[in-house]
């Protein structure tokens, strides 16, 4: 069974860096093909795709996001890490990962998702 | 960036409807057209992938059609438990992009 579970601060001050944990099971990060991306969803608002790392350790990033986003993997743990810098009130939102595979050179879906986690940003 | 226009933004229907969600890609994705539901408070869900391929488990009410950059999911005969926001997300390339969603309401 593959899941994906995230974690992190609830709450996260302006200016702050914020670092998210998706640790997942049932799938290894280094298997050919297999990637985890990162979304996020502020409230009552549409879901924004934020950056993806594949088995090989390549990294892709949100156009509007990418010189505050940095992702990595642990394959050891079976982990991904998120960081955002510079945090907003605009961030505030639920952030998902989310598993996703690249075969017939090409990417699949989104089929397995974390249950996401809130994180406010407030002074 | 790919960006994806869905339509309408939202809509009400009843229960046994025909209902049908539009999703339109500013530049040609072939195929790579994916779709998602989501309830209040939950994770999106797969339903469907590659623009017409029903994902494990998904009722069979539920198909996609379309290519290059027009796409549409319906759902046959609306059942209560699909009301919900519906999304399209292309993965032709990245950074990959969501439509605005769709809300589906009871009327």
């Known amino acids: 069974q593959v899941t994906l579970r995230e974690s992190g601060p609830a709450l996260v001050k302006p200016t702050e860096t914020l670092t998210l944990t998706c640790t997942f099971s049932g799938f290894s990060l280094s298997t050919s093909g297999m990637c985890v991306s990162w979304v996020r969803q502020p409230p009552g608002k549409a879901l924004e795709w934020l950056a993806l790392?594949?088995?090989?350790?390549?990294?892709y990033y949100s156009t509007s996001l990418k010189t505050r986003l940095t992702v990595s993997k642990d394959t050891s743990k079976n982990q991904v890490v998120l960081t955002m810098t510079n945090m907003d009130p605009v961030d505030t939102a639920t952030y998902y990962c989310a598993r996703i595979q690249y075969k017939y050179e090409s990417w699949s879906a989104f089929d397995i998702w974390g249950q996401g986690t809130m994180v406010t940003v407030s002074s | 960036d790919i960006q994806m226009t869905q339509s309408p933004s939202s809509l009400s229907a009843y229960v046994g409807d025909r209902v049908t969600i539009t999703c339109r890609a500013s530049q040609s994705i072939n195929r790579y057209l994916n779709w998602y539901q989501q309830k209040p408070g939950k994770a999106p869900k797969l339903l469907v992938y590659s623009a017409s391929s029903l994902h494990s488990g998904v009722p069979s009410r539920f198909s996609g059609s379309g290519s290059v950059t027009d796409f549409t999911l319906t759902i046959a005969s609306l059942q209560p438990e699909d009301f919900a926001t519906y999304y399209c997300q292309q993965s032709y390339t990245t950074p990959q992009t969501f439509g605005q969603g769709t809300k589906v309401e009871v009327k």
């Open positions: 790392v594949d088995w090989d350790g390549d990294k």
